[in-house]
């Protein structure tokens, strides 16, 4: 079992910054692809980042530009620096976690952290 706790949730001002961080249980070095998706009142969870093991990432369109996801193996946790933040992307943003080898695929989530966007 892999658990992910995530932090730096806040209520900011539209145009604002904020910095997402996700701590894993677990060693994430090599076999872990993570990211962060979101989910506001009344939608679908969607996408927001993903980076794989060597650091690849992929961003929504609608976040490209202003958020940067990166991961610190040594420390077993991804970050979503976000910048230039509107009032729709308020929503609980969670992290996730995709473990692949020989034999399976396991999924992991956090329990989310709260970002509000709000003057």
């Known amino acids: 079992q892999v658990r992910l706790v995530e932090s730096g949730g806040d209520l900011v001002q539209p145009g604002g910054s904020l910095r997402l961080a996700c701590a894993a249980s677990v060693s994430i070095s090599n076999i872990y692809n993570m990211g962060w998706y979101r989910q506001a009142p009344g939608k679908q969870r969607e996408l927001v980042a993903t980076i794989t093991t060597t650091g690849i990432t992929n961003y929504a369109d609608s976040v490209k530009g202003r958020f940067t996801c990166s991961r610190d193996n040594a420390k077993n946790t991804v970050y979503l620096q976000m910048s230039s933040l509107r009032p729709e992307e308020t929503a609980v943003y969670y992290c996730?976690?995709?473990?692949?080898?020989?034999?399976?695929?396991?999924?992991?989530w956090g329990q989310g952290t709260q970002v509000t966007v709000s003057s």
């Open positions: 996730y976690a995709r473990r692949v080898t020989v034999l399976t695929t396991s999924d992991y």
